[in-house]
């Protein structure tokens, strides 16, 4: 066996954080993905006429209408759930436990209630998944974003089990926890864009 | 006691004795089941996308055989549609793909000087999702259930499978880049990082990126099938929204690894440093543009005569863009590895002689992919794109044994004949060639694409169909023959000792298989090639 100088000890390597980057690129893409088909049944409608004689693209069907309040609801909870997050590294950074416990529990909530204003606009839209080609896109891509948000609630269980496990040092799960829901919130930003304003 | 009684004692040994065996035997099953050693998980990547490469090869000479004579059809009618897909999604997404991310797994973390895998459960979790979903794919296409199948079930099972496999392979991927990035040893920049582990981060960063596009119209084609099939057309038009991800420029994707394991094996046989080692580095990163292509999820095509200077241009940049790019990098890669053996003589292992015809092959499809898109030509729809195909991935799988044959010897301690070897990586060489290039004629002459008859056209389409053909049996014969001899060295091969290359990376200065956690001590290193470093007589040569 080949001897090679012997090294110093290793720096502080941030796995966490990079794989929660690597990760957030992957579902940034799938979304991508998925808008991108969306958008290119938008783009291939006809042309109807809708309010004021105006023309607009007959994707979504005359009769569905999508409840805009619990939509910008939604959004501003994810964004709520991104402020919660951000303040348990803030507390992580300074050691203060009770905080962090703060910051992660209200993060939970947000995002309990983001999966419940998900299920209110279901609930509120009254449409079947098999009514149609907007119908069947529509729960897809709002679906999988649902499913997302299952994934960032099971993170922010996770930091928190680590942090309570007397882990306290550790506050790169906290902060990979915090861009886990930015990402996510990114990624809702565009679906609120290009499904529920455009349509 | 009578005379025919056995002792007590003796009996007591022989049922201990088989205890104990049976106790290996199910620790050695779980202990692979569960285990989170890279080299492990990436050897279990290679030899389950060896096996499946030998299947779609098979497959792939089937179909051979039935476009020689449509009238004598040796496959069901409604089964050859979806066979042609099984081997366009086997070949890229169960064989070259894997295989090429498996050898990333096993070598890269030893190359780079690191003691273990980051995420090595998430990367353990990647490969049994993988294999899984393989598995579900493949009972689906036997169920009647590919792209355009007759049973619903199935074909959701399809979807479904292949969305898992994918899932996996975005996993071990994750974990490669991540390890790539942060686990190098000290002095390791990433300019000074080995081929190969340069083109497992790319090839990992270009999965990452392209996979989950494909995944999302999984869903997307899975969802709807499921709930009145009313967006995608139903089991017909699976294929019209997936084809873009079993064809060029996404199969290029797979290969990115092939490009830097072929410079790494090339410039271990050269023995020497490579004057213009960044130029391999900057090669690979050039190529994987080809990434660019693939999630954009159309044709670039570049339609000429009749349209005006204007559009002529407006054209051109895309198709230079996401067409002529990757070609770029990969005669780069290609020309560098001229460099290497330039003045010199390599050694002529197998490892070096399958990796630089399946390099040569690789690039052969990818520049030849340029005159894909030209619309004038008319090869949209015919053979040609499947004879892009054949190169693309047969010179991603020949690359990938001849790296089994490099780094076999360091993974599992023990040498693969060279001298069996060596005509069987000419055996590969001629038959990815000829299922190509027959292909592409063919394709010329106006055969279309993924159909099995109906062909008119004056050269004769039984010569270039059998060519085909042959290509493809040579090929499966080639991996079937390579899984044997590298199975006999496993068990009871020429111990191979801890550098039987003449190394100048990392991995070949630890023991052969390596320690649980790669390194003993950890290791500064001030070069590119720091094992050259300390060979003082050859550093200079």
């Given amino acids: ?199 | 006691m009578t005379t025919i009684d056995n002792r007590p004692e003796a009996v007591s040994s022989a049922l201990a004795e088989a205890a104990d065996d049976a106790g290996r035997a199910i620790h050695g099953v779980a202990s692979w089941a569960t285990t989170a050693d890279h080299k492990r998980i990436g050897r279990a990547f290679m030899v389950a996308a060896l096996v499946m490469g030998a299947a779609a090869l098979i497959v792939g000479a089937l179909l051979g055989i039935e476009r020689l004579n449509a009238d004598d059809a040796v496959l069901q009618a409604n089964s050859i549609g979806q066979l042609f897909s099984l081997h366009r999604v086997g070949m890229l997404y169960l064989v070259a793909m894997p295989l090429l991310l498996g050898l990333g797994l096993a070598v890269a973390p030893l190359q780079i000087g690191s003691r273990s895998l980051s995420f090595g459960r998430t990367a353990a979790l990647g490969f049994w999702a993988w294999l899984m979903g393989s598995i579900l794919v493949i009972v689906a296409f036997i169920g009647n259930g590919g792209p355009g199948g007759g049973d619903a079930d199935m074909v959701d099972l399809f979807l479904m499978g292949l969305a898992l496999a994918l899932i996996g392979m975005v996993a071990a991927s994750v974990s490669l880049v991540t390890t790539v990035l942060i686990s190098r040893a000290p002095g390791m920049t990433l300019g000074r990082t080995p081929a190969l582990a340069w083109s497992s981060l790319v090839g990992g960063v270009a999965n990452i990126l392209v996979l989950p596009v494909v995944i999302g119209v999984l869903v997307l084609l899975s969802i709807d099938h499921q709930y009145g099939r009313l967006v995608f057309g139903g089991n017909a038009g699976i294929l019209d929204w997936m084809s873009w991800a079993i064809s060029q420029p996404a199969s290029f994707i797979a290969v990115v690894p092939a490009l830097g394991a072929a410079a790494d094996v090339v410039i271990t046989a050269s023995g020497r440093r490579h004057p213009q080692r960044g130029g391999v580095l900057v090669g690979v990163g050039v190529f994987s543009v080809a990434m660019l292509g693939a999630v954009t999820q159309v044709t670039h095509d570049l339609p000429w005569s009749g349209s005006s200077i204007g559009d002529k241009i407006k054209n051109v940049l895309p198709f230079a863009l996401f067409n002529l790019l990757p070609i770029l990098g990969a005669v780069i890669v290609l020309g560098m590895v001229a460099l290497a053996l330039k003045g010199g003589k390599p050694r002529l292992s197998a490892g070096f002689v399958f990796s630089l015809t399946g390099l040569i092959v690789i690039v052969g499809g990818v520049v030849a992919h340029a005159l894909a898109p030209i619309v004038d030509l008319q090869l949209a729809g015919t053979t040609y794109d499947e004879g892009v195909f054949t190169a693309v991935t047969s010179g991603g799988l020949l690359v990938g044994l001849g790296a089994i044959a490099h780094w076999g010897p360091k993974l599992w301690g023990r040498k693969i004949g060279d001298k069996q070897l060596l005509p069987l990586a000419l055996l590969g060489f001629v038959g990815a060639d000829l299922g190509a290039l027959a292909l592409a004629v063919a394709g010329f002459q106006g055969q279309p694409a993924m159909t099995a008859g109906g062909f008119d056209y004056k050269f004769s389409p039984q010569l270039l169909n059998g060519i085909a053909m042959a290509g493809s049996a040579l090929v499966a014969l080639v991996v079937v023959l390579f899984g044997l001899l590298a199975l006999k060295s496993f068990t009871s091969g020429e111990a191979a000792g801890d550098d039987p290359w003449d190394g100048q990376t990392l991995e070949w200065a630890t023991s052969s298989p390596p320690p649980a956690n790669n390194f003993s001590d950890l290791h500064t290193v001030s070069s590119a090639e720091p094992l050259l470093d300390l060979k003082p007589a050859r550093s200079n040569a």
């Fill in chain 1, 1 to 199: 066996m080949i001897a090679l100088p012997p090294a110093p000890a290793p720096a502080p390597r941030r796995q966490l954080l990079i794989g929660t980057s690597a990760v957030g690129a992957a579902i940034t893409m799938l979304f991508g993905g998925m808008l991108a088909v969306w958008w290119r049944f938008r783009e291939n409608s006809p042309l109807r006429s809708g309010a004021g004689e105006k023309l607009i693209k007959d994707w979504k069907p005359k009769g569905v209408k999508i409840p805009m309040v619990p939509v910008n609801v939604l959004f501003f909870t994810l964004i709520m759930a991104c402020l919660m997050a951000q303040y348990a590294v803030y507390a992580a950074k300074r050691a203060d436990r009770s905080n962090v416990t703060l910051g992660l529990g209200l993060t939970m909530l947000t995002g309990l209630a983001a999966l419940n204003a998900q299920a209110y606009i279901w609930g509120q839209t009254k449409i079947g998944i098999r009514d149609g080609r907007f119908e069947t896109m529509f729960y897809a891509v709002t679906g999988s974003f649902f499913v997302l948000m299952i994934v960032g609630l099971v993170f922010t269980v996770v930091a928190a089990f680590r942090h309570f496990g007397g882990r306290t040092a550790d506050h790169e799960v906290i902060t990979s926890h915090a861009l886990f829901w930015y990402i996510l919130t990114a990624i809702f930003t565009a679906v609120w864009f290009v499904v529920y304003v455009t349509k």
